[in-house]
């Protein structure tokens, strides 16, 4: 691994310790309100300062990172499941079957993702625990994210069924679904790691950016998107350094989770 | 010959970077006034105005027979020199003023009254302000005796007659141009659709100030179509446009602390903001949740137990006041000054529940049952002053032992939750009152209407207490003596506050932005704020910058 | 004869792609459609809520905005009328959908075209550097600055475009350049450490003709594949930046009609929102296979 690449990964080590020690390290429980002292400045009982209804900055931004950081890689592992399922199938089948699935990721990707988001948020029974509705949430940027992947492990899935030990495994009689679970897919499964890692901060973005719409995790649980919501305010930024730190803790974390992956793109 | 590239590559790029557009210099030639619609006006014809931005355009270029001051709260002539209603509260005859034309040069007679009369009170037209007249069954006669007088005969007695033709804008009978030949101070000159707006002003427009002048001073208004409020704030900054009608507290505080002369807050405005719990007996929520609702002592307790003034002070930085019902102290004459102020008390909260059969135990409240006392309180997305109350409300709550769920939902299945469904158990939404008369409420008081939020069109009331309300309904209606109309509505203000259907929360401020540019305006409680009086105002030279225009 | 073959079927080929591809849109919309239809807050306004109406009134309203025939039916009157040219009426800015389409078809095509020509441009740049200069310093800094890009959420970038006063195309090339940038450079990369370049520098050629000869018509075609893919990630970037930035195009009012439930906006928008992409995709794709072909 490059000096980069261990910079990185030692940095995402050091937040998801900080994450497992959330509950003992927080100051204060992340709902509760200060109401006297609303947008106060960092200080000895509040690290980060309080935000517009009192709450502790930092308990709030200890708690969302458990949130955005445990449920996105889960969100992750589902669409890159479905993704390998739907783009080996499709690589290794080729033909028609190939140009149907194809065609249907496109589709889904001409879809309004939004409004389907907004439909389930309002077809959910109202009595949903609030926790409940945050992983449905993630488990539906998770059922829409996979048509990125297909397309790369669609092109793999097809070098593999051109190659030589899978034209043996075929001519010694081997059944197509067998070629397809003991041949094809552990060839990939490099490909399936690498897509899996990458669609972690590709779904922490997602989630900051449905939040900042409003659409993501519901109040008062904390997540990244919902810490970045007040930032219309710039002005205020300038004088409140402080509350950026929502902002850079999510762009280093996902920066290091790009720069982490071995990628076949850097050279010595 | 990479290098070479490099460099080629480095000029294609800083050609094509964008030039960051320098704000325009502050000061306007030919006084145009600038400010923005939040979304595309629906129509330009009076008659069928509904939403805010048409509103704005109907007001800036309908000429009306009487106008309300926004100020004084007092009714003016306008188009009409005098006018009297009969007793009976179901004939009014209007005097017009005479020589007046229409923007376009049509004569303005009492034709064109009648016309526009009869159109509003076609059936077959369906708009609020039509809907307003509405008192009664029956045919609606006109008599124009001269082309200055003019009588109009109702089926039924109208409370509040004349001051509902402030929302009347007067259309020509006979001019090509249909509704857009107008008799207000400007008319619409360009529209490009999602763009912009430009009225002109009107030449026959029939008002002229003290010295004789003709009113409007203005050349022409721009509207600007801008949706995001950051944006418009920005452009305001900058020196784009010059009036903001309606602030967001937030909003305020940023632009007071800049530039203290341009932020107003004209004090508490007509628009509340409050709870209220699902009494609908077909509900899908479990019974003992019902009995729950209904229960008075539950509701007042609930009441008692939530923390206006926190509300005010940290959700609107101080630019609201505690609601005590739902007529705002800002309606001088119909608010009921001898209401109790709203209470924050949990001990006397609790003290009341227990009487009701509810018990704390540890930090959890039960019912008479054991079944813990927890429901969902719904509101609509993007709404931050309402997402950070509902938040106030679970902690409030909370200490007396009660779990509340927030739950947001865009407006439209919201509205399809509480008007067909009813699948929600409390919810939590505002209302914008543009009318002092608390008549135009009354579709929310009457048991039978459609907006009696709580448990809509019911056959027959179904408490006693319901039951009254409609009886007061009935009365105040039929009542043409402001008195005693007042008397059954300070009546219905005292039920309300034993009765509590909905728990109101907070009135907030009327809260513009008025650039010192401005000269000659006077923000009002009222809507439109700002520009009520866009007749006589001026645009003059920036006394930030010291020069001359 | 194989060549005349190829040469006749190639029309019939891109005729039949085609209408795959609008079978396809007009799919995507339909099922879109069906989604608003029976998605909840269907029919119902935020006029309701207005206690000035009276109850006929409301009740008059809410038979108006009834869909009277059944979806299967409204699907064919509109594909009829598409036929002849007429995309329907909006029902929420009650404005014919092809004056709208018309409007703001153009303010998005603008905004997408400079924001990738940017981004092109600048991830071309970049990538040349780095050929130039292959030093670790620059490899790690680039690396940095195009992640530190690509996490910004683009709510976030929009929000800065706002308050920078920087047209939206600048918000568009932003997000649409580091997913630009990293690929171009590995595929230089590779392409130059390719053994027919290393052999053709060996012989003394210069480097213009190394790039213009030897390195890009291998590079074309994943690079006309990358464009497609670009356009396409432009394009739905928009969508959002747009609704936030207050622009005028194809976005606000994608965002507007699902608020709105408006079905026949959302059919017409989804339709040329899906056209668009399949058509950028498939030229991408025919693009990469014909210049692979003739290279070969």
Redesign the interface.
Known sequence: MSP?QKTAAIILCAIFLLMVLATILVPAPYARQFRDAPNARPSTAHPLGTDALGRDSLSRLLYGTRVSLLLAPAAALLSTVIAALLGSAAGFLGGRFERIIL?AT??S????W???L??VR??LPLDVPPMVSVVIAFLMMGLLGWQASVRVICAAARGVRDSDFLLLARSSGCKPARLLLCHVAPNLRTLFYAQFWISI?LFI?TE??LS??GLGVMEPMASW?NL?RG??D?SALGANPWRLVP?VL??IV??CF??VLP?????Q | ???R??LV??L??VS???S??SAESASQSGGELHFCLHG?P??FNPLLV??GQSETVRYLTGGVLIRLNRQTQALEPALATSWKATPDGRTITFHLRTGLHFSDGTPFTSEDVAYTVKALMD?QL????G??F?SGDGQVSVQTPTADTITVTFPAPVAGLERLFDQVAILSAHSPKKEMAVLGPFYVADYS???YLLLRRNPNYWKKDKEGKPLPYLDSIRLD????H??EI?RFRRGEIHIINSLDADLFDRLQKESPAAAHDAGPSLDSEFVWFNQVPTAAFPDYKKAWFRSTEFRKALSLAINRDDLARIVYAGHAQPAYGPISPANHFWFNSALPAPKYDSAAALRLLTQAGFRLEGETLRDASGNRVEFTLVTSTGNKPREQMVTMIQQDLSQIGIKVNMVTL????????I??TFDYEACL?GFTNTDLDPN?????WLSS???HQWNPKQSKPATAWEAEIDRLMQSQASSTSDKKRKADWDRVQQIVFEQQPFIYLINRDAMSAISPTVIGSAPSVLDPHAFWNADVLRLGPDPSLGAQK | MIKEEKTTKLPQNVLRRLL?LFC??I??AF??AT??RF????G???????????????E??RQKQMLHEGLALYYLHYLWALAHGDFGESDS???PVR?LLR??LPVTGNSVV?GL??AW??A??LA??G??S?GWLY??SS??FS??L???????VA?LA??????V??AIGVVVFPRLH??I??LL?RSY?QPHVLAARARGL???AI?WRHVLPVAAPPLLALLGVSF?IAF?AAI?IEA???S?GLG?L??HA????DLPL?VNV?LI??LV??AA?SLADLAGRAFAGSVQ
């Open positions: 980069l065609a496109d589709l990707l001409a879809l309004p939004l409004f389907l907004l439909t309002a077809m901060p973005l900051a950016n900042i719409l998107g970045l930032f219309e710039f902002l999510l762009v996902v920066m790009q720069l990628s076949q793109e850097v050279t | 010959m990479i290098r590239v490099c590559l480095v294609t790029l094509c970077c964008p960051f557009v595309e629906k129509t509904e939403d059936p369906h708009s609020p302000t809907d307003s509405r659709p999602g763009s179509i801008q949706r995001n950051d944006i920005l865009d407006f439209p299945s919201l509205i399809e939750r008007t067909r939404l135009s409420q009354m579709n929310v209407a459609e907006n | 795959f396809l849109g799919g995507g099922l879109s989604l608003v998605a909840p807050g269907y119902v306004q935020e006029r309701e809520l207005d206690p000035r109406w009276s109850a006929q009134s409301i008059a309203l800015l009650k404005r004056e409007q703001r400079r020509g940017i441009l600048a071309a740049l040349s550097l050929l130039a292959r490899e790690a690396a940095a992640s530190l690509l996490s910004l959420p683009s709510a976030v929000m706002v308050q920078l006063r920087a047209p195309f600048f990293r690929y450079r590995s990369v450490d210069g480097s213009g790039f396409t739905g959002p936030l930035c207050d005028p606000q994608a965002w699902a608020l709105s439930r959302i989804t929102v899906s992409m399949f995709n």
